[in-house]
T-cell receptor, first 112, second 111 residues
């Protein structure tokens, strides 16, 4: 079974609309990372959350980690075509070294 | 730009062959991690090297091996290639235990 579940698996939104992507773990998260990936390319770091209740924003993207540190959400405001791609959450499961476990990703398309 | 580079970009091999993938980390980063990403999946952790020694390993067989060099470069070697080894291979560098920055990946196809 997947240690990290992402929802939805795919999303098509109209340009200018808001959207939210969720990442859920059955275990406590010691560090939660959000990355963006263009098809077949490397991962681009977006944000890292560590403390329960933490919220970070960069341009039109906001990420939150819930108080129990088992769920994170990524919210995009007023989506643009440049936001299209695959969004991946990766978690540090406190293995003693920084091994990241990833979800399967959310594929986002933004239609004009 | 993450400052992490990988070579080659694409590679085609046949079953049973051996392959070496290369990664150049950001200057000053003492940790490199390698991941395998199958089509439509998230990256899976292969192993991590910290100061030139293996620091942790995922659920991959011993035919997957690696090296890290003092000049911030590293290698992933895969012996006896199987069809299921076809994937995007990503390296990520960090200054332990900070954020991992990923390279663009090497697409390996095994025929």
């Amino acid at each position: 079974s997947q240690e990290l579940e992402q929802s939805p698996q795919s999303l098509i939104v109209q340009e200018g609309k808001n959207l939210t992507i969720n990442c859920t773990s059955s275990k406590t998260l010691y560090g939660l990372y959000w990355y963006k990936q263009k098809y077949g390319e490397g991962l681009i770091f977006l944000m890292m959350l560590q403390k329960g209740g933490e919220e970070k924003s960069h341009e039109k993207i906001t990420a939150k980690l819930d108080e129990k540190k088992q769920q994170s959400s990524l919210h995009i405001t007023a989506s643009q075509p440049s936001h299209a791609g695959i969004y991946l959450c990766g978690a540090d499961m406190n293995t003693g070294f920084q091994k990241l476990v990833f979800g399967t990703g959310t594929r986002l398309l933004v239609s004009p | 730009e993450t400052g992490v580079t990988q070579s080659p970009t694409h590679l085609i091999k046949t079953r049973g062959q051996q392959v070496t993938l290369r990664c150049s980390s950001q200057s000053g980063h003492n940790t490199v991690s390698w991941y395998q990403q199958a089509l439509g999946q998230g990256p899976q952790f292969i192993f991590q090297y910290y100061r030139e020694e293996e620091n942790g390993r995922g659920n991959f067989p011993p035919r997957f091996s690696g090296l890290q060099f003092p000049n911030y470069s590293s290698e992933l070697n895969v012996n006896a290639l199987e069809l299921d080894d076809s994937a995007l291979y990503l390296c990520a560098s960090s200054f332990q235990p900070d954020t991992q920055y990923f390279g663009p990946g090497t697409r390996l196809t095994v025929l």
